[in-house]
């Protein structure tokens, strides 16, 4: 029989609710024994809301537990590190929202932790696990799209900046916008439906342009906020940012992503290879290929999938096969490193090279 998993959750927000708890709870012999939030009523409330026996205002407190052998670490960006060095050196497997941390010198702090500890250690990237990115990676994997060169991949809300106030739009907190908290979701999945190459250069911009007229986006889900929950803070952050990434061979990749903007609303990207090249977005997935001498466009029908549920199921699925997960430590540092140089060329108005 397999050992049961005891989890101890960091964080009691949206995402918790709406991602971990449920998918923690739906796999085998897996337990969410705990919840640590330091507005402490609110931990209270989503414990009794999802049926969790234990509730701390200080996770250092929930880490002497010694029955709970998971982390999931869901809290503001500004925390990441700290927590997941402390879970890691604890002897706890750990599964970390995105974005990492707030920068590459933190990323590389924790995996080095990760290394001398040997625990596993995955970041929260759910969108890898949808339907079409589970059937595209085994194309492209395969060799049928030949070498991915270039890819558009755009993340953009006509209006709708989450948690006005809150930690999100507080770059202390957050380390920035729309590009660090949507475009690292699209970000993440292309550069890696691309086979993950080095990255050697970026080139951003960001923009703020919608401070004065900002409202709340509508997440975290109201459903899932509490009366003790703040948004009195700052709107310090992008609202826009876009990026020109080069990878070491040869191909490249152009991101957006906005919380706000006069644009549609949309959650695309597209991947051109030597052999196919494909396009997802609201309408579905197209495959654009060549038959026979004539240029064919397939839209693939796949079922919909859970992909929070298909997120927990891959870490636990780690855990149980010791085996690797799915978000490598080179991948992890190279999405950070693109992170931090997109800021940076946007401050300096300069290329970063790696």
Partial sequence: ???????????????????????????????????????IAKAGAVAKKFGIPKTFADYRKMLQEKEINVISICSPNYFHKEQAIAALSSGRDVLCEKPVSMNSIETNEILKVVSKTNRKFMVAFPHRFSAVSTFLKKLISAGEFGQVYYARANCLRRRGIPGLGGWFTTKKLSGGGPLIDLGVHILDKTYWLMGAPKPVSVTGVTFQK?????????????????????????????????????????????????????????????????????????????????????????????????????EIKEFVSCIRADRPPITTPAQILAVSRILEGVYKSAATGKEVVF
């Fill in 1 to 39: 029989m397999a050992k049961k998993l005891r989890v101890g959750i960091i964080g009691a927000g949206g995402i918790v609710q709406v991602g971990h708890i449920p998918g923690f709870q739906k796999a085998p012999d897996v337990e969410v024994a705990a919840i640590c939030d330091p507005n």
């Fill in 210 to 310: 919608f401070k004065k007229v900002a409202t709340d986006g509508g997440w975290p889900p109201l459903e899932t906020r509490h009366p003790g929950d703040k948004y009195d803070g700052a709107f310090d952050v992008e609202d826009l940012a876009a990026a020109f990434i080069r990878f070491d061979n040869g191909a490249a990749l152009v991101l957006e992503a906005s919380w706000a903007g006069n644009s549609e609303t949309v959650l695309s990207y597209s991947l051109f290879g030597e052999k196919a090249g494909a396009r997802e977005d609201a309408f579905g997935l197209t495959i654009f290929g060549e038959k026979a001498g004539v240029l064919t466009d397939t839209v693939a029908s796949l079922p919909p999938v859970n992909v929070y549920d298909e």
